[in-house]
Every structure is written in C-alpha cells, then in structure tokens.
C-alpha cells in the first residue's frame, strides 16, 4: 500500500491544485564526477561532493539511486532520514540530540532538530587549518586586505568578548549600516558567536530607509562606517548614521567601524572598533552553542503591502541549508576563492558568509562598478573560482559590445552564478562565447527563505535558461496556471530555513498571512515558475506585487511612503514595466496623482528622484515618472497594483471586474503612449571627433543634451547627476557614450569628483581623459551591398525563423521587384565585418498627388539582442530623405514604439469578420464576380493595371466585383490570423481596394465570395472598408504607420509591402 505522509494528503484535498509532476526523466550520469555540461571544456578534479554524499547515503540505507532523480526524489519523501544523513555527513560542531529530526508535518508550524545545539560562528570559524585563507577585501584605492583563518578568528572573539563586556547578551538584537568589507563580517561573526541576532543595511540607503527597518528592530548596539567614500551619493554617511541613530531610542552605543568622524548630536557612546579587536584573548573565549533554532539574522521583506517586514531567521536552519547549497549544488570545496557581488542589504551576502563553513576563501569589495570591466579584473586578480553576478550585469556587458575573455585570464574560474532576477537563454551563450565555457548556474530562491528553491547541479547538464534543478530536500512544485505549465512556485515540505516568523508577530497571523493563506498548507513564494520534463526551472516573474528592478526587490508602499511628504502628489504607486533594453529586461515606472492644478513638470520629476534617492536607494528611482487622474481601485477601496501593472505593460486587465473605476486603466495606457518617446542610444547629430567639438565650440550644450536624455529629465550644466537619482548603470552608459562621441576615456573617479555636465565638460576639454591607444570596434550603420544578402537572410532567419518564411524567401527583399533603381533595399547594423543587425527598405512610385510620391516600406527590423541599444541608428539612417513617404506595416512593440516617437501616423485599424449571413447578403443579387486574370486585366483602368502588373506574380487574389457599370478592383492575401480565438485560423486580408464605396455598400455579400474563394473563415479589412453597422470579432492588436508626409493623400494599402513578397 502507498505510504501518504499526513502533508501529501492535505495537498491532495486541496480543490484545484494541479501541480506539476516532480518526477524527471534525465538520467544521473557521471557517477565518477564528469559533469557534462554542454561547452564545458574541463572536468571535476575529483567526484562532487554531491556524488560523494548519495554514495554515503546508500551505504548508511542500504538503498541504490540509478538516476538522480531517484535521490531527488529520496530527499524529499523520506526528508527527515535526508537531513539527518546530511548532518552526519557535513560533520558541524553540534552537541545534543539529532532526534527528533523534524518535530511536526505542515511546513507553517514544523521545527528542526529542536534537542541540537550549535554556534554558528564557531561552525564558521574553527575545526580548519588557521593558516588557511579566509578572507581578502578588495577595495578601489587601497591594496588588497588579506586574513587568514587564524586572525579572523582572533578578530571575531576580540569583538565578541567587547560585545559581552558592553552588556550584550544571548538573544540581543544589534544592527550594522556596513561596506561589503572585514569590518562587516567581523561584526556579524562576533555577534553570532555570543548569540546576538545580526541585522544590516548598505551605506547607500537613506535615513528613513534604514530607520523603516532598523526602528522595529530596536538594537542595542549599532556598528557602521562613517568615512566618506568618493562614490557615496546624497547626505553624507556619517549624518545619515547620525539620523538613525537618533531615531533608535533603544540603542546604547554605536561602534565606529572606521577611522571617520562621526556627526555631532550622536546621543550615545561611540566606540572604535580598531580599539575593540586590539583588546581581548582568544584564548579565553568560550563559544556557547545555542538551541538550533536560536535566532541568528533579522533580514528584511521588500515592503509590498507596508514598512519592510522583519524576517528572522534561525541558526541551525540557516547554517544547514548553505551548507548543502555550497557543497552538494555549488561543489565549493576548502581552500576554494568565491565572490559573490553583493552588499550587506541583500542576502546573498550572508549566503556567501556562510561558504566560511565550507573552508572557502570570501572575497568582498566594497567598491562601485565603473565599467564592464571592473568585476571581471577582480574575478582574475584574485583567482576567484565561483563567480557570482546577476543578469543586470552580464546584460551590461553585452551591451557595451565587452569580451572578459579578450582582456583577463580564467584559469581558476570554473563556475559562474546568478541571480536577482531572470537570466536569458542568450545571456548563456554570451558567458560561453565572451568569458568561458564554465556552468553557468541560475540560481533563485530569496530573504524570505535566506537561501535558494532552485539552483546548480554539478551532475547534471546545464541548459540555456533554465536553473538545473530543485534545492534537495524541498518539494519545489508549479501551482499549474495555464497550458504552458507556468504556475506558482510552492513549497508543500517543511524545511529548515524557513524563517523562525516575524519579528513582533506573537500570534503568527501575518507570518501566515504572507505566507500560507493563498495556498494552505503549501509555502507560497511569489514567483512564477515552469519546470521541465528533465527537472529544470525556468522562472518568469514575480506573482505579486513586488518590484524587481536590475535585481533588487523594492516594495511598493515603501516608495509610496516616501513621497507621502511632497505637497504635490495625492497618491503613488510603482509598477514593473517590462524592457528589453533595461539591464535585468525591466525598468521601474511611477504613477502619480498630483493636487488639482499641479502638473508633472521636469522639476517635479527631478523633486521626486532626488527624494526617491536620498531618503530610500537608487534602485527606487524610476524610469519614468508618467502623471495619471486616478489609480486603479477594487470596490473595497484597495488600490490595484496587479490592474496597473497590466495596463502599463499593454496586457489585458485580468481583474477588470473587481475595479470601482475601471476606465483607470484606459488612462494608463494612454498616459504612458504619450509619455513613452524611446530613448535613442546616440543621436544622429552626434559629433563624431572631440577635435571637431573644439572647433564648434558648443560641447557643453551636446552634453548637456546627452546627459538630459540619459538622465531622463532636463539637467542644468552644474547640477549634479548623483542629487537628482542617476543609478550607477545610467551613468555608465552616459560615461560610454560620451567616450564613443569626444574620443577619449572618461574616468570614474574623475567623473565622481565633479558629476556634472560642467564637470564632464572640463574633464574633456582639459585633457584629464586620455585617448584609447585600442579603441573598440563600435557598431556602424551603412546602406546594403550585394555581398550581404546571404548574411542577412541567415539573421533574418536567426530572428523571425518561426512561422512559414523559410531561408530562401527573404532573398524576395533583394531582388527589388517594383523598381529597378532604388537607394538601397535596406540598411544593417555591422560590428567590424559581422551583420548584427537589418532594416529593410521597399521601395516604390505610388500616385498619392498629381506628380506621384515615392514610398518606402520599412521592414524586416531585427537587431541581435546585444545590439538593440544601437537599433535606432538603423531607423535614423533609413528615414533620412524628406522627400519620401514611410511606411511600416508589420511592425513590433520596439519598431511601434520608435515610429511613434518620430510622429509617425497609426493607418486605419483593421478589424476581423466572421462570415455570418444577413438581409444584405441575400439582396446583393446584381453583383458580378470576375477572378480571371486575362479578364481581370482589360477592366481595369492604367493605374490599377501598372498595380496588376506589379502583383500578378505573387499569390494573390485579384477580383474585381461590378455593378450597373460601377465596379472595384480588390487585391487579398490568404494568411493565418487570430480571431476571436487564441489560435491561428485561414483569413483573407484586403491589401488594396479601388474603390471603397462599392465595398461597403455590398460588404457582406463580397465578403463571403472572398472567403469562398481562398477557403478562409475570417476576413480582415481596414475600418474604412467596413459599414459602421457591421460588428466586427475583434480588432488587431497593432497599428501599421506611415509618416506625416502623405498629409492628406488617400489612406495608403498595404501593397509593395512584405505582405506580397513574404509568406506571413
């Protein structure tokens, strides 16, 4: 008989719980330590630990696993006997009974090894070679700092014994505002090994941030830096650290981590910490264990619904899930170099703290990213051998066109993680082509459980886009939403690092709330997740309203909390927009309702940044600020971030029917239509040499004009970029372009010590830069030549190669059918000899006055995505002549966009019919139908016979439909289209009709002679052919263009067009 453990039965009688099968098909092959990942050229020097641990498992069962899946499967089914093997197996320093294992069965209420006692210091710290590596810290202007184990660990309980003697007890909570440096892990060890409970914040936030975190918390004891760094933006530190401290009327000391001078009004002791560690002998500390579920850190929910919440997470839980994320998933081995690029707000720093356990080396750097290169020269300098990074980063290399490979050595390299938000299939290519041909592992899981649902395996193959499987141990399921298996991520097991609740929760209802109460009993996460049949995960967002902007969460409310205190705005909400062309592929957009008589202006918008800024962090600085009426409101008063969400992102609103004012929405769309003009990468008046900016004379204006457009908001010359909320990837790109225009570097520090448009001005012009002896190729537009075709056909099949147009049909777009001297067929996109990106030009003489027009169809718009930032430059150079009618009949959201932002017109929209019958149908008797044609050619007049000529090769019908001596010339396409339904169903589209009157007057009985004859089910014709009384299916869900030259010219066709040469 099955064996149902009590929490698998729950699950089973919860209604509609379809969850996706855990089981996989892959094999474990390897079993010798082989990892087989696609590209990788080098091996394990010895079998993973992961093989190494289902070995010892099999002989403490007696049982075999064939295939991974197998133990996978182990884990979680017999999750008590998994956890206690694994204890046995990682050998920590731990006193006490392993038994219970597991106390309960619901993961809400389930408690680990409640009779264990451990320090987790301790597990960090001893029982390894003290003169083992164990921590070096890498800082921009200062040589490398370097510790041992031995003298980390002297330092640690230098500081623990000062701790205790300033009254700190087990279960005391003290906080830190820290650099990623030595002084921040000295700090968290020492508070951990008497027993403290660890919170942190990163230097770069505002007061009023930190107090929203710090404040609930209530520390006794405060440990920050306070020397200012050339990098830190807004008030300096030491005032900020002054302000928190000012507003914890619980603490009793603050201990300067640092040599600065801390601000006046501070009233409490201040203490150095070069003082504390000097004092004190090792030998004489004792290290007391605590219960398992002691708590060790307070970490901080992003603030979706309110004030950030207070997550706290216990010792044993913590301590034992990062051991078996490093070592059985990661393989970190002792003496190993990891870097994980991180701050002290963001778990991934006390994620990698733990790898201390493993005997890994920690690198830290508390420095800024000045460039593609900055973290890739650290990953040599120090041997690093994981690597940890996020997509934001690796997109910023791409983008600036930067090969790591090229400039640095990776002989010790031999993993690379990632994580904050979702890693693109592209983006595992670009690792293996540019850096190294490693694994490269998404990884993702969060604060909420300080470690990771999904991760590496360095068993088992590594897939593009996807994380290699569930963390081991946690029964990891899709809540299945829809067809494509995409569901909500779910915990249904317990495990130990589930957060011990919510500080100041005594009745756990808000734990449970934020939790359990949307799918009881089963851990709901937020995101959304799809796993494949071989155990991979691919993740697609987040479920709620949280905001993941290049990486980091940011809560909503606490941003609306922010701005609460500005005079002008009523109400606030943030919402994720989803961007290509954004680091991380979203971008932060805020919605405002300002009093009655205010305006969003440059000012306001600037106000609001700077605050945004100042009192939170740079990751809640918005895109774009976008002035709305009203906010999207449900009938019991809460405002709608999901509604917003989707109208800003142009879906379709899922919760309509709950909205009190659902014409909020509409609003939306339309306000951020009108505000979304597309930032061009590089102006087509850029001046190309800093040689000839001199001789103009006028380099601060195209500074300033650069910078305003960057920055997104009107910049004054002496204002600086850092006060008004320009994030540090923004400035990159600025400083990058600004080298690309004046011809030599631009450094950051320089920069930094001057951010203005007048600073960046005189380091210019005052030679403080220095001209690249190796400049990088950059990307150039030129007109097409015959020897590209076959380069272009092969990325055009790269980026559109789905659907029914196969390699050879886009030669049609060469062979300039419709005019034998034309300026070009199109324009591309080159990185030195390689095509990176096309747009196309069709070209024809079209009668839109007496003298006829020339009008050129753009089409076939594909950029690689590495490129896209530079994809603008294509449609610039392709709309230069004045004289010419432009066009765009099939274009994407990023084509409408820039089209929209050159003032290009929207043609008719066109709607679908369906061939229902009616009283006009059956009263259009006189009508004659001719579709022959050697018929179809002597009817028509020379106009329509030129166009006959033009399309009679190509497979169309041509018909001409007379009576009483007045007739219409009709050109259609059979295409597949989407109706009403989500599926692809034959249509007939009108590419051309000669005289509109005729059509609808007799629309429906000429519609169902078309159908009948192309064997099609929907019609499809521009509003202008249609009787205002005939109800259309639906409408299209894009608009075709043209530009303002066709004036008031009849409405074009869609003739001479891609929609003739191509099969689409």
């Known amino acids: 008989m099955e064996r149902i453990l009590p929490y698998q039965a729950k699950l089973r009688a919860i209604e509609g719980a379809a969850v996706t099968d855990r089981d996989t098909s892959f094999p474990w092959r390897n079993r010798t330590g082989a990892s087989t990942v696609p590209g990788w050229d080098g091996a394990c020097p010895a079998p993973p630990q992961l093989a190494e641990f289902i070995h010892f498992c099999e002989h403490r069962t007696g049982r075999t696993f064939p295939e991974y899946r197998d133990f996978e499967a182990y884990a979680v089914e017999e999750f008590r006997a998994f956890w206690s093997l694994f204890l046995r197996w990682s050998r920590l320093p731990v006193s006490g009974s392993t038994s219970p294992v597991c106390d309960g069965e619901l993961c809400e209420r389930a408690r680990f090894f409640p009779d264990l006692r451990l320090n987790y210091a301790e597990a960090l710290l001893t029982g390894r070679d003290g003169h083992g590596p164990a921590l070096t810290a890498c800082h921009p202007h200062r040589p490398d700092e370097e510790l041992n184990r031995s003298e980390l660990c002297r330092r640690v309980t230098a500081l623990a014994g000062a701790l205790r003697r300033l009254g700190i007890r087990p279960g005391d909570r003290v906080a830190a505002v820290a650099r990623n440096n030595v002084e921040a892990v000295v700090a968290a060890l020492a508070a951990a090994a008497i027993g403290a409970v660890f919170s942190s914040c990163a230097p770069d936030m505002g007061a009023h941030a930190m107090l929203s975190r710090l404040g609930p918390v209530a520390p006794r004891l405060l440990l920050a830096h306070l020397r200012p760094e050339p990098w830190d933006t807004g008030v300096p530190i030491a005032a900020r650290v002054a302000e928190v401290a000012g507003g914890l009327s619980s603490l009793t000391h603050l201990i300067a981590l640092d040599a600065g001078e801390p601000a006046s009004g501070i009233g409490v002791p201040v203490l150095r910490y070069a003082d504390l560690i000097s004092q004190g002998d090792e030998a004489e500390f004792t290290w007391e264990r605590f219960p398992f579920n002691h708590p060790l850190f307070i970490m901080f929910s992003s603030g979706t619904t309110g004030a950030p919440k207070c997550i706290v997470h216990g010792a044993g839980g913590t301590l034992i899930e990062h051991i078996k994320e490093h070592r059985l998933h990661c393989d970190i081995r002792p003496a190993e170099t990891i870097y994980f690029h991180t701050s002290c707000a963001w778990m991934m720093w006390n994620w990698q703290l733990s790898a201390l356990a493993s005997g890994a080396e920690l ?132 495990f130990p690092s589930r957060p011990l609740g919510f500080l100041g929760d005594t009745d756990g209802s808000r734990f449970h709330a934020s939790y359990f109460s949307q799918n009881p009993p089963l851990w709901t996460h937020g995101d959304l997740i799809a796993f494949t049949p071989a155990g991979g995960a691919r993740l697609h967002g987040r479920s709620d309203g949280v905001l993941n902007i290049r990486g980091v969460r ?153 910078t305003s457009r960057r920055v997104g908001v009107p910049v004054s010359p002496d204002e600086s970029l850092l006060e008004i909320g320009a994030d540090s990837l923004t400035l990159l790109k600025l400083l990058m372009e600004i080298e690309e225009m004046a011809g030599c570097e631009v450094a950051f520090d320089a920069f930094l010590s001057d951010p203005s448009v007048r600073g960046l001005s005189r380091l210019i012009r005052g030679e403080r830069g220095h001209s690249s002896t190796h400049p990088e190729e950059r990307p150039e537009v030129r007109p097409v030549r015959d020897e590209d075709v076959e380069a272009i056909c092969r990325l055009l099949q790269e980026g559109f190669g789905s659907g029914n147009v196969g390699p050879g049909d886009w030669r049609r777009l060469f062979e300039r059918p419709w005019a034998s001297s034309v300026p070009t067929t199109g324009f591309v996109l080159t990185m030195g000899s390689e095509i990176v990106g096309f747009l196309g030009t069709l070209y024809s003489q079209r009668p839109l006055d007496e003298e006829g027009a020339c009008v050129c169809n753009l089409t076939s718009w594909y950029v690689r995505p590495g490129y896209r930032g530079q994809g603008s430059l294509l449609l610039a150079a392709a709309t230069r002549d004045k004289s ?169 066709d869609l003739l001479y067009s891609e929609l003739v040469l191509l099969p689409i």
Not at 460 to 477: I, M
Not at 935 to 957: K, N, W
Not at 992 to 1019: D, T, W
């Open 554 to 706: 940011v809560g909503p409310a606490e941003i609306h909390d922010i701005l609460r205190a500005m005079d002008e705005i009523v109400e606030a909400m943030a919402v994720e927009q989803r961007a290509e062309a954004a680091p991380g592929g979203t971008q932060l957009v805020l919605l405002v309702v300002l009093r009655e008589g205010a305006t969003l202006t440059p000012g306001l918008t600037k106000r609001i940044r700077s605050r945004l800024a100042a009192d939170g962090s740079t990751a809640m600085i918005p895109a774009r600020c976008v002035q709305v009426s009203e906010l999207p409101t449900t009938f019991n008063g809460k405002r709608s971030e999901a509604a917003a969400r989707d109208a800003v992102n142009g879906h379709a609103i899922r919760n309509l029917d709950a909205l009190a004012n659902p014409a909020s929405t509409d609003a939306i769309r339309d306000a951020i239509r009108r505000n979304g003009a597309v930032e061009h990468e590089r102006p087509t008046d850029v001046v190309e040499s800093r040689a000839n900016i001199q001789v103009e004379g006028d380099l601060e204006r195209l500074l300033k004009d650069i």
């Open 363 to 494: 690198v830290l750097f508390d420095g800024p990213v000045q460039g593609p290169d900055t973290l890739w020269a650290l990953v040599e300098r120090r041997a690093v051998a994981v690597f940890g990074t996020s997509p934001a980063y690796l997109e910023l290399c791409e983008g600036a066109s930067f090969s790591p490979r090229a400039a640095f050595d990776f002989t010790a390299l031999r993993a690379i993680l990632s994580t904050g938000s979702i890693l693109h299939d592209r983006q595992f290519d670009w690792v293996c082509e540019h850096v190294k041909a490693v694994p490269l592992q998404s990884i993702s899981g969060g604060t909420d459980i300080i470690g990771c649902f999904v991760l590496g395996n360095p068993l088992l193959p590594v897939q593009r886009g996807e994380a290699q499987c569930r963390s081991l141990g946690l029964d990891v399921r899709a809540l299945a939403e829809d067809s494509a298996g995409i569901g909500e991520l779910v915990c249904a097991s317990p």
């Open 884 to 1052: 010419v009618t432009y066009t765009t009949l099939t274009p994407g959201p990023e084509t409408t966009a820039m089209v929209e932002a050159l003032n290009f017109l929207p043609l008719k929209m066109r709607r679908f019919f369906l061939p229902g019958l009616n009283l006009g149908t059956l009263r259009a008797g006189s009508l004659r139908f001719d579709d022959d044609p050697r018929t179809i050619r002597s009817l028509l007049s020379e106009v329509d016979q030129r166009i006959f000529d033009d399309h009679a090769a190509y497979d169309l019908l041509h018909l001409v439909v007379r009576e009483n001596g007045e007739q219409t010339y009709l050109i259609l396409k059979r295409r597949r289209v989407r109706a009403v339904w989500s599926v692809l169903v034959p249509g007939s589209e009108l590419l051309y009709c000669s005289n509109p009157g005729l059509l609808v007057r007799h629309f429906e009985r000429i519609k169902l002679a078309i159908l009948m004859r192309q064997r099609a089910v929907v019609f499809a014709a521009d509003e202008g052919f249609v009787p205002a009384t005939i109800r259309a299916a639906r409408k299209a869900r894009g608009n075709r263009y043209r530009n303002s030259l066709a004036g008031t010219a009849p409405e074009l």
